[in-house]
């Protein structure tokens, strides 16, 4: 199993707060290289189909609302090992309990504001890149 690339979104408030450069550079000092990037703005119906896995659950629909808020930036990243070093790399998800100097404890706000979004498996990073970027977008 292929386990070179995950996916990654900045998250609106990050972006909003102008956060990206400083996350993006976070990124590329762990060595990552970015194979597939853009900024977009989801939909309501763009975000709930992006995130139909958790519809029914209690946060769900805090979640779409917030991820449709604003400009996200969306990207490919290829690192050896690079699901798990990433999650590594941007910390629990809930920042009071992410380790100190990952980006979610640098940035974010709270667990649902965490700044970033990375892949927790090969398969929804595949998925998860699907659903932004064509064979074209990669390289």
Known sequence: ????????????????????????????EAGFEI??????KMTLSQAET???VHRGRPFFE?????????????MILRHENAIDDFRKLIGATDPAKAEPGTIRKIFAV?????????????ENAAKEADYFFSGIERF
């Open 50 to 52: 992006f995130y139909e």
């Open 110 to 122: 709270s667990v649902q504001m965490n700044a970033v979004h990375g892949s927790d498996s090969f």
């Open 35 to 40: 194979s597939a990037i853009k900024m977009v």
């Open 62 to 74: 805090g979640l779409v609302e917030f991820m449709s808020s604003g400009p996200v930036v969306v």
């Open 1 to 28: 199993m292929q386990s070179d690339f995950t996916f990654s979104i900045i998250k609106p408030n990050a972006v909003r707060t102008g956060k990206t450069g400083p996350i993006l550079s976070m990124i590329n």
